[in-house]
């Protein structure tokens, strides 16, 4: 989730993250998307768009991401729209985007202005395993993090991008609750 530093209104949408090390991830946000459109924006006065990844939330988000919200509609209003009653949000600690107050997990942070990196690669929903920009190419987003907040005992909610077949098989530990801390790598498990 983002607020445009121009318009205000907020973003909801689900995009690639991988960690890069301690503090930085990689973020997928192809500049023709929302998310992507408000980074550049935000590069183009010379700073890094502060956006906060949402895990574990009411599925009234994630319904809400998928919607193209015409330009200086707020996707969190939707969010509240789809549910039939306003959604709880809180500020985040250390950015200007509010989440949502139920979530299990919180991850702050924000772009690194002109760094790139290469995407993933990550398993996807027909079984294989790539990179969406090509494994050559450096083009994809490097976030800062800047705070991480969570429930006591949080769950941690993940979608398997993975072949059907494969869901009954080796990666059905991914579904289990608890973060394993080799989850970013659970598409390597995959034979
Ligand atoms: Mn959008």
New binding site residues.
């Given amino acids: 989730m983002a607020r445009g530093t121009e318009t205000g209104v907020q ?3 689900i995009h690639r993250r991988l960690v890069l090390d301690k503090n930085r991830t990689m973020l997928l946000a192809p500049g023709q998307q ?1 998310l992507g459109l408000m980074i550049t924006a935000a590069e183009r006065r010379g700073i890094g768009l502060p956006f906060a990844t949402v895990i574990g939330a009411e599925p009234a988000y994630t319904l809400a ?1 998928c ?3 015409p330009e200086g509609v707020d ?1 969190t209003e939707i969010a509240g729209a789809i549910q039939g009653t306003p959604v709880k949000v809180v500020k985040c600690e250390t950015i200007d985007v509010a989440v949502p107050a139920n979530a299990e997990m919180i991850i702050e942070g924000v772009v690194v202005p002109k760094e790139r990196t290469s995407c993933g690669p990550f398993g996807e929903f027909p079984g294989n395993y790539v990179s969406m920009l090509g494994t050559t190419k450096s083009e994809a987003l490097v976030a800062k993090v800047t705070a991480i907040t969570m429930r006591k005992d949080a769950i941690f909610q993940a979608m398997l991008t993975v072949a059907p077949q494969v869901h009954e098989g080796k990666n059905i530990a991914a579904e289990a609750h608890n973060v394993p801390p080799e989850l970013k790598m659970a598409g390597d498990r995959l034979q």
């Fill in positions: 973003n909801i949408s929302h991401s919607i193209d919200a996707e």
